[in-house]
């Protein structure tokens, strides 16, 4: 079932370009799709031993990593000064959320799922990306955005991004488990250095589509 999954998220992650060996209509929907049938006869093939639940979970994360990563190759299509930007958001507000609330945090973000982080390091974290996009623009600004609109993507990236993070450590905890994986200890795994990035980077591209930028 992992190598079922590692093969759609593989498939959803890759470009349109690297797909034009499948056959005209054949979308990498429909390879989603049947990933999911597989996963759902197995639990009847092994009479449960592989639920429901189980099907749920690989599926979603794959949709959720694969989709991510295509996001972010679409970025990296721009060029490379595009994918800083959003970079610079998501390790900005980082930084700032974290020295900020060590400083000035007392009320508390997420108690349950991330007790270290606070309501005044997340709005620091935001300030901080703010600051940091409206330096980056003055010597980079493809994208042409206004003022106003970059303040309001750098708000949106910013925000989303710290909820990206929260879902990972609730992801986490659900699980029990300190580390998303073995790779990477004492960091939270592999996932935990990009949990930001596969919420931040679709949210970047959905704006570009509506504002017709990419």
């Given amino acids: 079932m992992g190598l079922i999954a590692s093969i759609t998220t593989i498939f959803l992650m890759l470009p349109e370009t690297y797909l034009t060996f499948l056959p005209n209509g054949i979308t990498t929907i429909h390879l989603f799709y049947l990933g999911a049938m597989l996963m759902l006869v197995m639990t009847v093939?092994?009479?449960?031993?592989?639920?429901?639940?189980?099907a749920?979970?690989?599926?979603?994360?794959s949709l959720y990593v694969g989709r991510g990563f295509h996001y972010f190759l679409m970025t990296a299509d721009m060029g490379f000064f595009t994918v800083m930007f959003v970079l610079f958001i998501v390790w900005s507000t980082d930084i700032g959320a974290y020295l900020l609330g060590m400083k000035f945090g007392k009320t508390k973000l997420a108690p349950v799922i991330s007790p270290n982080k606070s309501?005044?390091?997340?709005v620091g974290g935001v300030a901080t990306a703010v600051v940091v996009s409206l330096i980056y623009v003055t010597f980079y600004n493809q994208?042409?955005?206004?003022i106003l609109l970059l303040v309001f993507l750098t708000i949106l990236l910013s925000v989303v991004g710290q909820l990206g993070d929260l879902t990972?450590?609730?992801?986490?905890?659900?699980?029990?488990?300190?580390?998303?994986g073995k790779i990477l200890p004492g960091h939270g795994g592999i996932l935990d250095r990009f949990d930001s990035l596969l919420f931040v980077m679709p949210l970047f591209q959905i704006f570009l589509s509506i504002y017709q930028l990419n």
């Avoid at 749920?56 to 994360?61: E, Q, R």
């Avoid at 309501?119 to 997340?122: K, P, R």
């Avoid at 994208?143 to 206004?146: A, E, G, K, W, Y």
């Fill in 143 to 146: 994208m042409n955005l206004s």
């Fill in 45 to 54: 093939l092994s009479k449960n031993e592989f639920t429901f639940d189980d």
């Fill in 56 to 61: 749920g979970v690989f599926m979603l994360a």
């Fill in 119 to 122: 309501i005044e390091g997340a």
């Fill in 168 to 180: 990972e450590s609730a992801f986490k905890r659900y699980f029990g488990v300190k580390d998303s």
